[in-house]
């Protein structure tokens, strides 16, 4: 039997399952990611509205009315094709005719009103031999020879609501050049999301398994934003609605307003202010384009996938081109990533092999692409702290230590030393007041601090959003100098405290919460 898979024909023995189709054809998917199984072609048109003509002086889009005959919209879904490499036949003031084909349907001799932009099915000198579509451009009265319905209707099967203007430009020199389904989510809303791989598929079953997506180089700071939102190739749905699913892993973290175009059907674009900032949207519709969109990229393949997932679902998503991160790797690794990608780098700090980069210049990999080469920084292994996040017990202060250390975005981060006094047993690190709003007290100590866990204090206190850690156990007060009640703790270092305390007051540490070597 044949099945397609990512829109690739392959050819599996009968009672194959979603499991052999991906080992047979190699197509990237992550376990736990929700797939696309389409039972085929026929099924998935047959909840097509809209269809598109591309002529020789642009595109024009029709939809199919809910209550028009159902004679003439199944006539319309057989045959539409028919319609292609056809001339424009006649163009008047009030309309423009397609055609002619060739049908069995019996012609009317009534007089009917039109309204602007109506699309009829007419038999023109009332033969069927000489099927056209007519496109209304003005309010008129006429005989088009109308097939005869079950409601003696009019003969209007549809509405044109794109490319307006292209209608009336057409002249009997104009050619349709092709006309095709304009594919929307209720057009597969007949498929099934499925997780289950030894789902059995038949003949002219459609699989999608990925979402793969081209990155705008006009937004180099958003599309970094969607690099680290998909760092593991996979993207969790956090809303759906008709018009878009949403990516709200990043929400609040900031991005300046970048490149800014049309919101159509595939289009990546992110908030860039106001109430969701830092979400990433996906269009299945068209929607008209806003300042505060930057626009990201868009869907080369797989919207399908993304027509059937939902809220919840993880999707297996692949982008061109791949991010270039050399934070937490060593110089080696970082020169065999940026060789193979046709990048010189220039190397700076700590330059042997085993050092860890910790500073990549420029920061996005557009712009790195655009200049072709990179300056890596790097450090002693041994100086780079190794954490564990508390996201679970503490969301809320983990979110905030991610976000003003750069770790929400990027797999090394930055701590300012605010007091490091030598003897005390205690360091402390800026905070940042415009992001410290909201740290209610949470994941609070009961009867001690532990060496090694950093906190903050939480808004019960003036000095909110300050962070801190103690070198030493206590019992009285938190990392920050004050009160259990008053201190949330978030994250506890696992690799490289005894180093930490050497850092002076003004020094820059450097975190990760990688796993360590």
């Known amino acids: 039997m ?9 050819d599996l023995p009968e009672g194959s399952t979603i499991k052999d189709a991906i080992d047979a054809s190699g197509a990237p998917y992550l376990e736990g990611c929700v797939l696309g199984l389409i ?52 163009t008047t003031t009030n309309d423009v005719a397609i055609g002619p084909i060739k049908t069995d349907l019996e012609p009317s001799h009534a007089e009917h009103t039109y309204q602007r932009w109506d699309v009829v099915l007419s038999l023109s000198g009332f033969t069927a031999d000489a099927t056209h579509i007519i496109l209304v451009k003005d309010r008129n009265k006429a005989v088009y020879g109308v097939p005869e319905t079950n409601d003696n209707g009019n003969g209007v099967f549809a509405q044109i609501v794109g490319g307006k203007r292209t209608v009336m430009k057409l002249d009997d020199q104009d050619e349709i050049k092709k006309v095709e389904p304009v594919q929307e989510r209720k057009s597969v809303v007949k498929s099934a999301a499925i997780i289950n791989l030894d789902t059995e598929i038949f003949q002219g079953n459609e699989i999608f398994t990925y979402v793969d997506v081209s990155l705008s180089d006009e937004s180099p700071q958003s599309a970094e934003h969607f690099f680290a939102l998909s760092d593991d190739n996979k993207m969790h749905i956090d809303y759906e609605s008709d018009s878009f699913v949403g990516f709200y892993a990043l929400q ?17 674009t992110l908030r860039n202010k106001g109430k969701g900032t830092g979400r990433v949207y996906i269009y299945r519709e068209d929607r008209v384009s806003t300042p505060s ?38 110089q080696k690794k970082a020169q065999e990533l940026l060789d193979a990608n046709g990048i010189k780098q220039i190397k700076e700090g700590k330059t042997d092999d085993d050092a860890v980069v ?19 920084f790097g450090i002693k292994e041994e100086e780079l702290i190794y954490l564990e996040i508390y996201d679970e017990a ?30 005390t047993k205690i360091m402390m690190f800026r905070g940042s007041s415009s992001d410290s709003k909201g740290l209610i007290p949470e994941n609070t100590p009961k009867d001690k601090v532990r060496a090694g866990e950093i906190a903050l204090t939480n808004m019960s ?38 180093n930490l305390e050497k850092f002076k007051e003004g020094e820059t540490v450097y975190v990760t919460n990688k796993k360590p070597p």
Not at 2 to 10: T, V
Not at 252 to 266: A, C, I, T, V
Not at 319 to 324: D, E, F, L, N, S
Not at 358 to 376: F, N, S, W
């Open 358 to 376: 910790v500073v990549q210049e420029p920061r996005y990999t557009m712009d790195i692409i655009g200049e072709k080469q990179l300056k890596t």
């Open 293 to 330: 969109h930057s626009v990201v990229g868009k869907v080369v393949s797989g919207m399908q996938l993304l027509d059937i997932a939902g809220e919840g679902d993880e999707i297996t998503f692949q982008t061109t081109p791949q991010r270039i991160m050399t934070l937490s790797l060593t």
């Open 394 to 423: 503490a969301p809320r202060s983990s979110w905030y230590f991610k976000k003003i250390t750069g770790l929400l975005d990027s797999p090394v981060g930055t701590l300012n030393i605010q007091f490091a006094y030598p003897g």
């Open 39 to 90: 039972k085929g072609t026929q099924e998935m048109e047959q909840y097509v509205n809209k269809y598109k003509f591309k002529t020789t002086k642009g595109s024009i889009i029709i939809e199919l009315l809910p209550e028009a005959p159902e004679e003439l919209k199944s006539t319309w879904k057989k045959r539409y094709r028919e319609f292609e490499n056809l001339r424009i036949r006649w």
């Open 2 to 10: 044949q099945i397609k898979i990512n829109g690739e024909k392959i």
């Open 252 to 268: 609040g973290l900031e991005s300046p307003s970048e490149f800014l175009g049309q919101r159509k059907r595939g289009t990546i």
């Open 461 to 498: 206190k003036r000095n909110v959003g300050i962070l801190g850690v103690r070198f030493e156990e206590n019992t009285e007060y938190g990392p920050t100098g004050e009160p259990f009640k008053s201190t949330n703790i978030l994250a506890n270092i696992v690799k490289g405290m005894e």
